[in-house]
């Protein structure tokens, strides 16, 4: 049979292999592989999603409603605010935005799946700057911040700080980013995604919009989402706290009306139900901390998360033990050759968790 002919396509993309999500998991397994809310959407979420525009109607393109609501939680004007369907949306349009062919974007590795192909979507060469590797589990995985100010050359038109980092967990310190910030030109779009800030609990870490670094920096762009410890992850949203104009420039290269009046109502509701969340995120943060603990005393070298998932240096075994793990019906996210990451889940993963972790531990012991 002879191929049909197929319309050309830029061969960069050709040979970009598509978004893989974690793996979708069976009635009975745990999927700790997304980084999801393992808790069930709050029931005044469900019952505001009753009152959305009827799905015959386009929604409020500006997300106004969100936006103000935003707005007067940061005490910013309404342009520093901009929202979009999920802050992995947000990262696309900046960088599209601030960077295109010949032009270079940093940014840590590993870290956030989704940072390479937006930059090869851009047409912008990605300079990927390796994270500090060190047997102190207090420094492993952490963004090596003076090398990625080392990196940046005239053509360096952004860079992504991710904090904590998806997938080693470690944050990156206020003092560490300020110094960052002071040793990057001014006119350097930088990117502060803190999709899992709500999880931080390590003293001195660097808090975008608490310390409101986006007025003293105008080149720094904070990102948050509602898909985390807010928990709504299905219907995409997140948003941009930054200066008006260079939101002005997210927002050009947006696709126009994609936040859903669905999202931008639960959204605004999980705003009201705030506390009720918190304590959810604080049930999760303490998961975490038996996590980590009882994984470092099986000999796992786990960096210091602060997020809502743990990471596992597996090494060459990674594919290996990935499948251990979904024989034992959990799924979780393998980075073939270097890590598995796990996001903290239901309670009962917990055990389960650590129980599969021992079981392939002790051939590891001696191994980075
Ligand atoms: C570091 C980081 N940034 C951004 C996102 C995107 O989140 P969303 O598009 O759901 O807001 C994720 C999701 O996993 C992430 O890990």
């Known amino acids: 049979m002879t191929e049909p002919i197929l319309p050309r396509i830029r061969p960069e993309i050709a040979a970009l ?13 745990f999927k700790l592989s997304s980084n999801e809310n393992p808790f069930d959407p709050l029931p005044s979420v469900t019952k505001a999603l ?9 929604p409020d393109a500006s997300a106004a409603r969100l936006r103000e609501r935003l707005a007067a939680r940061y005490g910013v004007g309404l342009d ?62 952490r963004h090596d911040l003076d090398a990625m100010a080392d990196a940046v050359t005239s053509r360096t038109r952004a860079i992504i700080v991710c904090t904590p980092n998806n997938p080693t967990g470690p944050i990156v310190t206020s003092a560490e980013f300020e110094a960052f910030v002071n040793r990057v030109p001014a006119d350097c779009l930088i990117i502060l995604d803190e999709a899992y800030a709500e999880f931080v609990r390590a003293q001195g870490a660097v808090d975008g919009l608490g310390e409101r670094v986006f007025e003293k920096h105008p080149n720094v762009v904070v990102l948050r989402t509602f898909s985390k410890a807010y928990g709504l992850a299905g219907l995409r949203v997140g948003y941009a706290i930054g200066h008006a104009k260079v939101l002005d420039a997210a927002r050009a290269t947006a696709v126009p009306l994609s936040v859903t009046s669905a999202a931008e109502v639960a959204a605004i509701a999980s705003l009201d139900a705030e506390g009720e969340l918190l304590k959810r995120v604080a ?54 050759g270097d890590g ?24 590891l012991q001696g191994q980075k």
């Open 17 to 29: 292999a598509p978004y893989r999500q974690g793996k979708q998991a069976g009635p009975d397994a």
């Open 283 to 336: 049930v999760i943060v303490e998961r975490r901390g038996t996590l980590v603990e009882a994984l470092r005393g099986q000999g796992w070298a786990v960096p210091d998360s602060q997020s809502n998932f743990v990471w596992l240096p597996t090494g060459e075994r990674t594919d290996e033990i990935a499948g251990v793990f979904r024989d034992a019906d959990i799924v979780v996210r393998p980075f073939s």
């Open 80 to 141: 520093e605010v901009h929202v979009a369907s999920g802050s992995v949306a947000i990262l696309y349009q900046l960088v599209q935005a601030a960077a295109s062919v010949g032009d270079e974007v940093i940014y840590a590795w590993r870290s956030f799946e989704a940072y390479p192909g937006l930059v090869l979507v851009s047409g912008a060469t990605a300079v990927q700057i390796p994270l500090i590797e060190s047997d102190d589990l207090a420094l492993t995985g």
């Open 50 to 58: 009753e009152g959305t525009t009827p799905i015959n109607r386009y």
């Open 340 to 363: 598995i990451r796990i996001s903290v889940g239901e309670h009962e993963s917990v055990e389960k968790v650590l129980q599969v972790a021992q079981s392939v531990v002790a051939p």
